[in-house]
């Protein structure tokens, strides 16, 4: 028998035994570790929580990167975590159904388990690649996104919108796409204020709460580094730095990012006892508009005293790099949640709602850099302050993961319980 008709006999015969579980929106095999950390932080919560109750189960990501389709694993700290990669079934667009006939014709036997799988579904999560519920990155973006709710409606499976950004809407067709899927799902899960306001303005969804991104609760060790020097690491973002994807300043930045890059890092090179770390956090070995590796390798180049974090492979190894430094500062949005969740001293850059949702927000955090509201001079007093606080800075944290993000963990975990219905 072959790989698919494995994975069919096999959702064939647990059927009943087994909880079938789509994770849609999730990518375990991608550059972008902010992304890649979503994914894994999910299996982690959804994994721990299942088997602490001992209830089989079966993971699905119809968007897991991969190219072949069947069992993979995801080592998270030592625990191995099984997931099957599928593809969708059900698409309504033109060029979806041309593909799915293509396929019913050429790969019957690997149609037929992907329909089998979602047909099979007893829940599905939907994470949106954390901040891509929106049209700010775009139409072709959001549709990607919608797709798997007009699947779980199709199909008539119950699906639950973990933590994510919600919005913001510019196109009023889209926004009103976007209402559907939220109107239409079981549980809303908003992971900032701004998200649940605009839930609760425009729908008639009762079942929303405010959450926390989950990446906060992905498991690290931190590293450790020379004691006799003051680490602090930066991250620069290659889509800001290439002024978005339309290269023209998309995100409407009040200052030249590349500029004020620039200024940061002589501006941390200046001080004495200061060891400068350029952190990249979406890594590729290609050249691309997202690939800060390749902007952070240049910028190590021109600046020799710099060191360059190594190219890596998993969020985890990221994040454990991260909580060794003395002070981080950053424009990846899960860069920053590193190292404030490891309990570093952070100074996030903010060109979207997303940063000003989660950090003032809902952990009223106030030291950040605005790049759209505010100009270079000010980002610049700002993050002196930050890291002149730097001391401060930590038990502010401290004091946050310990009360508000404890406690957001805590609903977060009883909600799933309750969607999954294991209590």
Known sequence: MSLMGNIFHSIKNDKKKIMNIILANLTSNNANKGCVALCISTLYLIDKLLKENNIP????????GHTSIGKHTYDVNGNEIEFYSCSYVNWTDTKTFLKQLALRIFKREEHKTNRNIFKNADFIFDIGQGDSFSDI??????????????????????YCILPQTIGPFKDENIKNQALKSINKADVVMARDLQSLSFVNDNCAQKDVDEYIDVAFFMPFERQSFAKEKTHVGINVSSLLWHGGYTKANQFGLKSDYQKLITEIIEYFLKIPNVQLHIVPHVVSAESHVEN????????SNKYKDVILAPLFLSPIYAKNYIAGMDFFLGARMHATIAAFSSGVPVFPMAYSRKFNGLFE???????????????AETILTELRHAFEQRDRLVEII????????????????NNISKFLKVK
């Open 137 to 158: 990155y775009g139409k072709q973006r959001f549709e990607m996104i919608d797709r798997i709710h007009k699947v779980a409606r199709i199909n008539k499976i119950p």
């Open 361 to 375: 927000d809902t952990l009223s955090y106030s030291f950040m850099g605005d790049l759209i509201n505010h100009d």
């Open 398 to 413: 401290r004091e946050r993961m310990n009360g508000v993000v404890e406690k957001k963990k805590d609903l977060l975990i």
């Open 292 to 299: 800060d590796y390749e902007v952070s390798y240049h910028l």
């Open 57 to 64: 189960y079966k993971f699905y990501l119809p968007d897991s």
